[in-house]
T-cell receptor
Framework: KNQVEQSPQSLIILEGKNCTLQCNYTVSPFSNLRWYKQDTGRGPVSLTIMTFSENTKSNGRYTATLDADTKQSSLHITASQLSDSASYICVVSGNFNKFYFGSGTKLNVKP | DTGVSQNPRHKITKRGQNVTFRCDPISEHNRLYWYRQTLGQGPEFLTYFQNEAQLEKSRLLSDRFSAERPKGSFSTLEIQRTEQGDSAMYLC??????????????FGDGTRLSIL
C-alpha cells in the first residue's frame, strides 16, 4: 500500500534553534518527493522538490535530504524563526500523476 | 504570476443545501487539481483536469460532487445536498505540465466549508 508517514506529528522549539522533520514512504514506483509549508488558513507552498537521483536540496534555511534506498526524507530547518511556525507536508509522486500526502508535522516556534 | 485564486474563502451553509466553489488557476497552467483537507490532515486528492478534460476522480468524489473546467480555464466544484461530513477546506492547485516531471503544484488558499 502506498503511504507517506511523517514524524513527529507536532513539535515545539525555541526561536533560533534547529529542527529536523522526518518523512518515510512506501510509494512505488517513485517519481519525486516534495516538501510543502502550509501556514494556518493558507494553501501549501512548495519548498523543495527532489527526484530519485538527488540526495539533498536547499532553499534558504530549509534543507531537504532524500535516501531513495531506505525511502526516507528529512527537512532540516536552521536557525528557526517565528515565521517558520506552520505545518510541513511531505508529498511523494508515483506514476501517472499520483500523489501521496503525509499528514504533516505541525511546528510551533516560540520566542 | 497572480497565483491560484479561490472563491469564496469561506462558506457557511445548512445541511442539505448545494454549494459551488470556483478556482482560477495560473493562466498558463494546463493542469488543475481539487483536494479536500480536514483539520490536522494532509490534503486528499479529489479530481484533476488537463485542460478541459477531467482525467481522474477519486473514490472520495461521491455522486453528490461534480467538477467542471469549461474551456480549460477556471474550474468549479459543486457539492449537492451537503452533509456534515463535507465540512473541510477545499484546495485547488494548478501546474504547468506533468507534475511527475518536477513541476510544482501551486495551491490556492482554499475555500473553507462549514455545514451547520
Amino acid at each position: 500500500k502506498n503511504q507517506v508517514e511523517q514524524s513527529p506529528q507536532s513539535l515545539i522549539i525555541l526561536e533560533g534553534k534547529n529542527c529536523t522533520l522526518q518523512c518515510n514512504y512506501t510509494v512505488s514506483p517513485f517519481s519525486n518527493l516534495r516538501w510543502y509549508k502550509q501556514d494556518t488558513g493558507r494553501g501549501p507552498v512548495s519548498l523543495t522538490i527532489m527526484t530519485f537521483s538527488e540526495n539533498t536540496k536547499s532553499n534558504g534555511r530549509y534543507t531537504a535530504t532524500l535516501d531513495a534506498d531506505t525511502k526516507q526524507s528529512s527537512l532540516h530547518i536552521t536557525a528557526s524563526q517565528l515565521s517558520d511556525s506552520a505545518s510541513y507536508i511531505c508529498v511523494v509522486s508515483g506514476n501517472f500523476n499520483k500523489f501521496y500526502f503525509g499528514s504533516g508535522t505541525k511546528l510551533n516556534v516560540k520566542p | 504570476d497572480t497565483g491560484v485564486s479561490q472563491n469564496p474563502r469561506h462558506k457557511i451553509t445548512k445541511r442539505g443545501q448545494n454549494v459551488t466553489f470556483r478556482c482560477d488557476p495560473i493562466s498558463e497552467h494546463n493542469r488543475l487539481y481539487w483536494y479536500r483537507q480536514t483539520l490536522g490532515q494532509g490534503p486528499e486528492f479529489l479530481t484533476y483536469f488537463q485542460n478541459e478534460a477531467q482525467l481522474e476522480k477519486s473514490r472520495l468524489l461521491s455522486d453528490r460532487f461534480s467538477a467542471e473546467r469549461p474551456k480549460g480555464s477556471f474550474s468549479t466544484l459543486e457539492i449537492q445536498r451537503t452533509e456534515q461530513g463535507d465540512s473541510a477546506m477545499y484546495l485547488c492547485a494548478s501546474s504547468r505540465d506533468r507534475v511527475g516531471s518536477g513541476q510544482p503544484q501551486h495551491f490556492g488558499d482554499g475555500t473553507r466549508l462549514s455545514i451547520l
